[in-house]
Nanobody
Framework: VQLQASGGGLVQAGDSLRLSCAASGRTFSTYVMAWFRQAPGKEREFVAAISRTGISTYYSQFLKGRFTISRDNSKNTVYLQMNSLKPEDTAVYYC?????????????????WGLGTLVTVSS
């Protein structure tokens, strides 16, 4: 599966942004999907994941309810709604696919990665 993330940009602290990740192929609904992010000089970290049906979601604890992951299997797309953005949310955001379980939070659990989209939050 090929993944293409979009929707990043420059926003101010407190703003909202929605990222999208479009997947190629007709097997999108068979993949657990996730979002990760990587800030400059830091390791890639888990943000959120969603089950194949979209019923179950799993979040990193640092989000404290600000982000929401969702998916539309009819459009082969996964979303990340980000609210109350903070400067520390600045990072390249990557979508990923292929983990066995929706509560997978490790980079190595995901076989497929998009190129990422940059989110910059100014103070």
């Amino acid at each position: 599966v090929q993944l293409q993330a979009s929707g990043g940009g420059l926003v101010q602290a407190g703003d909202s942004l929605r990222l999208s990740c479009a997947a190629s192929g007709r097997t999108f609904s068979t993949y657990v999907m996730a979002w990760f992010r990587q800030a400059p000089g830091k390791e890639r970290e888990f943000v959120a994941a969603i089950s194949r049906t979209g019923i179950s979601t799993y979040y990193s604890q640092f989000l404290k309810g600000r982000f929401t992951i969702s998916r539309d299997n009819s459009k082969n797309t996964v979303y990340l709604q980000m609210n109350s953005l903070k400067p520390e949310d600045t990072a390249v955001y990557y979508c990923a696919a292929g983990a066995e379980q929706y509560d997978s939070r490790w980079v190595g659990d995901y076989a497929y990665w998009g190129l990422g989209t940059l989110v910059t939050v100014s103070s």
